[in-house]
């Protein structure tokens, strides 16, 4: 279920911010997790884990549709890092019970993730999602689709070749629409 509409003014839910890189931009070529989760407004949990792709690249540069350019891990460092399927239960365990997950393409993110659980026949993760990218321009009338943009354009600082960093940016701009 990929649901969009108002922020959850709730206040403190617990919600993970997330960010994801693919190898090539094919759905089922996941290479990188990011995420935080944040309770009663302060992040109590990082997760940043490469990925080893299920499938096979194919040469293409990675083209990034929301600014800025996202840094792809080389063949070489994704050859001893884990499958999703190793990686999905401590993954797993981040997500549960939040009200929300937070990331600046919800489209992307949901796809990515129902790819790689397809992949390896697991069910698949349904959240809600809050579009951080549509959060900063109802808030602020921010329009940068990248999350380092809308960062910097609230006096955060991200860097966004790093999913981890990402990830905080997101979480950064959730927790600054509910100050507002």
């Known amino acids: 279920m990929l649901a969009y509409g108002k922020v959850l003014w709730h206040p403190a839910p617990s919600f993970v911010a997330i960010d994801l890189r693919t190898l090539d931009g094919r759905r089922n ?14 992040v109590v949990d990082r997760f ?51 009200a929300f997950v937070a990331t600046h393409d919800a489209l992307f993110v949901a796809s990515v993730l129902d790819a790689a659980c397809e992949g390896y026949g697991l069910p698949r993760f349904d959240a809600r999602y809050e579009h951080t990218a549509s959060l900063a321009r109802r808030v602020w009338d921010i329009d940068a689709e990248s999350p380092s943009l809308v960062a910097a354009a609230l006096g955060l600082t991200a860097r966004p070749d790093d999913v981890l960093s990402t990830a905080e940016s997101c979480a950064d701009i959730v927790l600054a629409a509910w100050a507002a």
Do not use: I, K, N
Request: aromatic content about 4%.
């Open 48 to 98: 940043a884990r490469l990925v080893r792709p299920r499938a096979p690249a194919r040469v293409v540069a990675p083209v990034d549709r929301l600014g800025g350019a996202p840094r792809v891990p080389s063949r070489r460092e994704l050859a001893g890092a884990s499958s999703f399927l190793d990686l999905w239960p401590s993954l797993r365990a981040l997500l549960d019970g939040v």
């Open 29 to 42: 070529s996941l290479c990188a997790v990011g995420a935080v989760r944040v309770e009663h407004g302060v």
